[in-house]
């Protein structure tokens, strides 16, 4: 039996010759690996080279290289954020901390009919100069059509019109956008018609892009605004994505099982029709949605709006530019410090409203009020509670929704900071509404399948080391309307390409992102 000096000599020669780390390397140990496809978690280690996972499961330690101890916690994909309005704050915060504190590594943009005018240049510049996340973005609907029809957008495109639009979305399909995104309760996409749509849709579906829609009706109409998405998803042949999908409207509470059905059905058929869902049942927009027939005046659409679609207490502004100081208020609290009735108040917010948004849109043609990349500092924004949570519920579990935050970085409504860690902690731990491998997929592998992203949202050697650490008994969102930029709780660390953004409670500043084309 050799004695215990040889054995100490033979182990430090073998130490000696062992493989050495090149220094681009680091292996995250004892972990619980989650890897996003709703597989059972499993406890190995990560290695991660440069920006891209190497090994994963038994991972022998190189000499010298780092080591990150995950102490038995969960290891997942970074999550995927398939709706959010964050791209539009990076300027004012570089740290995108309402991201990457929760995990999220990638942002999609140009949501609900809106993106960068000129989405090349655009995209160009955040690839020269990174954020902190993974950038993607649609073309917006509402964008071109503005940029071809200018003020005079209330009405039906003219085939030239539609034509122009094409050459648009041509063009940022080109530079990468993932394909074309609407917004029609807003203004102008409200005023389109199916026929354009669907011109546009077919331009998108030649190149290889994607639809994704804040469809024309989450309440009143919701049912022919379903039908309309899943004709442009038939005809056109592409995939589609309902936006945020929600029942916002009394009288549709207790039908999320008939729209699953309806979905079912859908893709039964051959139609490629897909979703996302944020964990709230309060929505942020603007007063005017209310009015979806812009009859601002009708005083039976008012009283519908507060009796329906939310109510006096139930709304709150969150923005007023005609009067500052009614942001945080409810409309019953403004309607008693006015001596009127609700459905008063609320004709009277609007209309006040929009003579400040004419004055805005004046001032701006003259060169004046622009912010972010050439839009016009909103004049008026609420926080409305319109959902139920069964349907809430029963939205979470459909197999084909992903999630999402249609957050901002700096937005009133706590979706920004705290979607994800909410669905974890509430939805998956508190109530048992998911699984916490199935929320771990949704939010990471499923997302990225309805972005049609490669290289992303799974665990596995080969795919980029976008990657979360956090601990599954501690994660939950502390964002509140009155607090809505609390960071959330259980997020231990965050990797963006192989680089830490987030870790201990603050976020590093590294601006690892990369551009991710179509």
Same mark, same amino acid.
């Given at each position: 039996?050799?004695?215990?000096? /040889?054995?100490? /000599?033979?182990?430090?020669?073998?130490?000696?010759?062992?493989?050495?780390?090149?220094?681009?390397?680091?292996?995250?140990?004892?972990?619980?690996?989650?890897?996003?496809?709703?597989?059972?978690?499993?406890?190995?280690?990560?290695?991660?080279?440069?920006?891209?996972?190497?090994?994963?499961?038994?991972?022998?330690?190189?000499?010298?290289?780092?080591?990150?101890?995950?102490?038995?916690?969960?290891?997942?994909?970074?999550?995927?954020?398939?709706?959010?309005?964050?791209?539009?704050?990076?300027?004012?915060?570089?740290?995108?901390?309402?991201?990457?504190?929760? @995990?999220?590594?990638?942002?999609? $943009?140009?949501?609900?009919?809106?993106?960068?005018?000129?989405?090349?240049?655009?995209?160009?510049?955040?690839?020269?100069?990174?954020?902190?996340?993974?950038?993607?973005?649609?073309?917006?609907?509402?964008?071109?059509?503005?940029?071809?029809?200018?003020?005079? %957008?209330?009405?039906?495109?003219?085939?030239?019109?539609?034509?122009?639009?094409?050459?648009?979305?041509?063009?940022?399909?080109?530079?990468?956008?993932?394909?074309?995104?609407? @917004?029609?309760?807003?203004?102008?996409?409200?005023?389109?018609?199916?026929?354009?749509?669907?011109?546009?849709?077919?331009?998108?579906?030649?190149?290889?892009?994607?639809?994704?829609?804040?469809?024309?009706?989450?309440? %009143?109409?919701?049912?022919?605004?379903?039908?309309?998405?899943?004709?442009?998803?038939?005809?056109?042949?592409?995939?589609?994505?309902?936006?945020? *999908?929600?029942?916002?409207?009394?009288?549709?509470? $207790?039908?999320?099982?008939?729209?699953?059905?309806?979905?079912?059905?859908?893709?039964?058929?051959? /139609?490629?029709? *897909?979703?996302?869902?944020?964990?709230?049942?309060?929505?942020?927009?603007?007063?005017?949605?209310? %009015?979806?027939?812009?009859?601002?005046?009708?005083?039976?659409?008012? *009283?519908?709006?507060?009796?329906?679609?939310?109510?006096?207490?139930?709304?709150?502004?969150?923005?007023?530019?005609?009067?500052?100081?009614?942001?945080?208020?409810?409309?019953?609290?403004?309607?008693?410090?006015?001596?009127?009735?609700?459905?008063?108040?609320?004709?009277?917010?609007?209309?006040?409203?929009?003579?400040?948004?004419?004055?805005?849109?004046?001032?701006?043609?003259?060169?004046?009020?622009?912010?972010?990349? $050439?839009?016009?500092?909103?004049?008026?924004?609420?926080?409305?509670?319109?959902?139920?949570?069964?349907?809430?519920?029963?939205?979470?579990?459909?197999?084909?929704?992903?999630?999402?935050?249609?957050?901002?970085?700096?937005?009133?409504?706590?979706?920004?900071?705290?979607?994800?860690?909410?669905?974890?902690?509430?939805?998956?731990?508190?109530?048992?509404?998911?699984?916490?491998?199935?929320?771990?997929?949704?939010?990471?592998?499923?997302?990225?399948?309805?972005?049609?992203?490669?290289?992303?949202?799974?665990?596995?050697?080969?795919?980029?080391?976008?990657?979360?650490?956090?601990?599954?008994?501690?994660?939950?969102?502390?964002?509140?309307?009155?607090?809505?930029?609390?960071?959330?709780?259980?997020?231990?660390?965050?990797?963006?390409?192989?680089?830490?953004?987030?870790?201990?409670?603050?976020?590093?500043?590294?601006?690892?992102?990369?551009?991710?084309?179509?």
């Amino acid at each position: 039996m050799p004695s215990r000096l /040889v054995i100490l /000599v033979l182990l430090a020669l073998a130490a000696a010759c062992a493989p050495s780390a090149d220094g681009a390397s680091f292996v995250i140990t004892n972990a619980l690996i989650m890897d996003g496809t709703g597989a059972p978690p499993r406890p190995g280690s990560v290695r991660v080279r440069g920006d891209t996972i190497a090994e994963v499961g038994e991972v022998a330690l190189l000499r010298g290289e780092p080591r990150v101890d995950a102490r038995g916690m969960v290891l997942a994909p970074g999550f995927i954020d398939t709706h959010t309005h964050m791209t539009e704050d990076l300027r004012s915060d570089s740290t995108a901390l309402a991201a990457v504190s929760q @995990g999220i590594t990638t942002i999609v $943009g140009g949501q609900d009919g809106g993106s960068p005018p000129e989405l090349a240049a655009w995209l160009a510049g955040v690839a020269s100069r990174p954020a902190p996340v993974n950038i993607a973005s649609y073309v917006g609907h509402g964008t071109i059509r503005r940029q071809v029809m200018g003020e005079d %957008f209330k009405r039906v495109a003219t085939p030239a019109e539609v034509e122009a639009m094409q050459v648009l979305l041509a063009k940022g399909l080109e530079a990468g956008a993932l394909g074309l995104s609407s @917004g029609l309760e807003y203004d102008p996409g409200i005023y389109s018609s199916r026929d354009e749509l669907m011109a546009l849709a077919k331009v998108t579906a030649a190149a290889g892009g994607r639809y994704i829609s804040h469809i024309r009706s989450e309440d %009143f109409a919701f049912w022919p605004a379903i039908e309309e998405i899943i004709a442009i998803g038939r005809e056109a042949k592409l995939p589609v994505q309902v936006s945020h *999908t929600k029942l916002a409207m009394k009288g549709l509470w $207790g039908q999320a099982d008939s729209l699953v059905r309806r979905l079912d059905a859908a893709r039964a058929s051959g /139609v490629d029709i *897909t979703a996302d869902v944020y964990p709230y049942v309060y929505w942020q927009s603007t007063l005017t949605v209310l %009015f979806p027939k812009r009859n601002f005046r009708d005083r039976r659409a008012a *009283t519908f709006a507060l009796s329906q679609t939310t109510t006096p207490q139930g709304l709150r502004l969150v923005q007023y530019r005609p009067h500052p100081g009614w942001a945080g208020k409810t409309l019953a609290e403004i309607a008693a410090e006015r001596g009127v009735d609700s459905a008063t108040a609320l004709i009277d917010l609007v209309a006040e409203a929009l003579a400040m948004e004419d004055s805005v849109t004046r001032e701006s043609a003259t060169g004046g009020a622009q912010v972010g990349s $050439g839009e016009v500092e909103p004049v008026e924004s609420i926080i409305a509670t319109s959902m139920s949570e069964e349907d809430l519920a029963a939205i979470l579990r459909w197999p084909h929704a992903n999630f999402c935050s249609d957050g901002s970085l700096a937005g009133a409504h706590p979706r920004g900071f705290g979607s994800f860690p909410r669905i974890l902690g509430q939805y998956v731990r508190e109530r048992g509404v998911l699984s916490l491998a199935e929320a771990v997929r949704k939010a990471t592998g499923l997302a990225a399948a309805h972005m049609g992203f490669r290289g992303r949202g799974t665990i596995a050697p080969g795919m980029k080391a976008d990657l979360v650490l956090f601990d599954p008994a501690a994660i939950r969102d502390r964002a509140t309307p009155a607090d809505p930029h609390a960071v959330s709780d259980g997020v231990l660390r965050t990797w963006v390409n192989g680089v830490v953004v987030y870790a201990d409670g603050r976020a590093t500043g590294a601006r690892a992102g990369q551009v991710i084309r179509r």
